[in-house]
Nanobody
Framework: QVQLVESGGGSVQAGGSLRLSCAAF????????MGWFRQAPGKEREGVAV???????TYADSVKGRFTISQDNAKNTLYLQMNSLKPEDTAMYYC???????????????????WGKGTQVAVSS
């Protein structure tokens, strides 16, 4: 069993920065993919960025050049550095993880079954 706990959300003005963290507990040796998804009110959950255990990353087009995903394997912690934030980045941000599935680390929420409870990010104009 793996538990994921997010932190670092908050309120910021457009153009500002936030760094999200996700601590993984339990049988973390089984994890191959970790990532961040987000969900705004009335919208579907969408992929933001994912990273595999070798450090390969994939980003949504909407965040490329602004967000950076990284991980500290020694601390079993995932990060999301968010710069140049926009009001449209406002959402609940969820950390996710999964074992190796044979198809890399997709940005599709239905491919993941381990989720944290989320951390809220609010960006004002």
């Amino acid at each position: 069993q793996v538990q994921l706990v997010e932190s670092g959300g908050g309120s910021v003005q457009a153009g500002g920065s936030l760094r999200l963290s996700c601590a993984a507990f339990g049988y973390t040796y089984s994890i191959f993919c970790m990532g961040w998804f987000r969900q705004a009110p009335g919208k579907e959950r969408e992929g933001v960025a994912v990273i595999d255990s070798d450090g390969s990353t994939t980003y949504a087009d909407s965040v490329k050049g602004r967000f950076t995903i990284s991980q500290d394997n020694a601390k079993n912690t995932l990060y999301l550095q968010m710069n140049s934030l926009k009001p449209e980045d406002t959402a609940m941000y969820y950390c996710t993880a999964r074992p190796y599935g044979g198809d890399g680390c997709p940005l599709r929420s239905y491919e993941y079954y381990l989720w944290g409870k989320g951390t809220q990010v609010a960006v004002s104009s």
